[in-house]
């Protein structure tokens, strides 16, 4: 968040609220989130085939761990991605600025 710290500085000074600054930056952090799901996702229902010999007990097409593993990386890339918000949103432009 450092590295755009001056952005959000010039952000800040041109009138942008806390909450836009924190939409902005989850915003941003969930949509590399979802396209590392999409990704992941797309990869693992190719490599099925492959992988089946690898299992016990499960299919190599459980839908369990198709639902269950996105919603549980989502949650942790939020939970990361928000305390870098907050601060993010606490940025004084008078300080990023000089």
């Known amino acids: 968040m450092m590295q755009r710290s001056r952005e959000i500085g010039v952000r800040t000074a041109l ?5 836009v600054i924190v939409r902005l930056v989850l915003r941003q952090a969930l949509t590399v989130t979802l396209c590392g799901l999409a990704l992941g996702l797309a990869a ?4 099925a085939k492959y992988r ?3 299992l016990y007990g499960v299919t190599a097409y459980d ?13 942790v890339a939020v939970v990361a991605c928000v305390i870098p918000a907050r601060r993010a949103a606490r ?4 300080q990023v600025l000089r």
Do not use: Q
């Not at 940025?91 to 008078?94: E, G, K």
């Open 15 to 19: 009138g942008a609220t806390p909450r």
């Open 44 to 47: 693992s229902a190719a490599l």
């Open 63 to 75: 839908a369990a761990s198709y639902v269950v593993v996105p919603v549980v990386l989502t949650v």
């Open 91 to 94: 940025v004084d432009p008078v």
């Open 52 to 54: 089946s010999k690898l």
